[in-house]
């Protein structure tokens, strides 16, 4: 059935994006009520926030995406003539890739698909801020060279199984590169 923005806002019909359960409940599974869970950025089509999976107690984010927004921009993208991929697709084509956020789990409601990933401390753009704002060495405000080709090694790898599979990330910025551990390796 084609996908079009006037059967989604019919009520007595469920447009379906993914291919999830849609029986399973994103709240039976994930407490995003638990303490220190909160909202953690948010983007054009989409809310990050940061929950606790129920069965191990691991800390995980969540990105809420908006059905409505995702409809609307996958129909722009096709009167474009561009091949698309949804971001869940591409995130579980890439699922064993180090250098890639993990999806662990997808839900979909009659509004949103909630991908939930692993929980990454901080984006590279406020560690570089933070380093910034560092006092107590000579080379205030800078990763090393060592440090800085790390970190350029594993975003370059990214690319590389990006590329391969055919697939053009189009908005690489500090703000879109997570730091998984502060270690700064």
């Not at 996908?3 to 019919?10: C, D, F, H, M, V």
């Not at 927004?69 to 591409?90: P, T, V």
């Not at 205030?140 to 990214?158: C, D, H, P, V, Y």
Request: net charge positive; hydrophobic share 35%; aromatic share 6%.
């Amino acid at each position: 059935k084609k996908l079009t923005l006037s059967a989604y806002r019919k009520p007595e019909e469920t447009v379906r994006l993914t291919d999830c359960d849609g029986s399973r409940m994103l709240e039976t599974e994930y407490n995003l009520r638990a303490p220190g869970c909160k909202v953690i950025g948010h983007g054009a089509f989409s809310t990050v926030r940061s929950a606790v999976r129920k069965s191990d107690g691991a800390k995980v984010a969540i990105k809420s995406i908006s059905k409505f927004d995702a409809l609307r921009a996958r129909r722009l993208r096709r009167q474009k003539g561009s091949k698309h991929m949804d971001e869940w697709e591409i995130m579980r084509m890439l699922r064993n890739n180090p250098y890639v956020l993990t999806l662990h789990d997808v839900f979909e409601t009659d509004e949103e698909i909630h991908l939930v990933t692993e929980f990454c401390r901080e984006e590279l753009f406020d560690a570089i801020k933070r380093k910034g704002l560092e006092r107590s060495s000579f080379r205030r405000g800078r990763f090393s060279e060592a440090q800085a080709a790390r970190i350029t090694n594993q975003i370059l790898k990214a690319l590389v199984e990006l590329h391969a599979l055919g697939i053009v990330h189009r908005d690489i910025k500090a703000e879109n590169i997570l730091i998984l551990n502060g270690d700064e390796s």
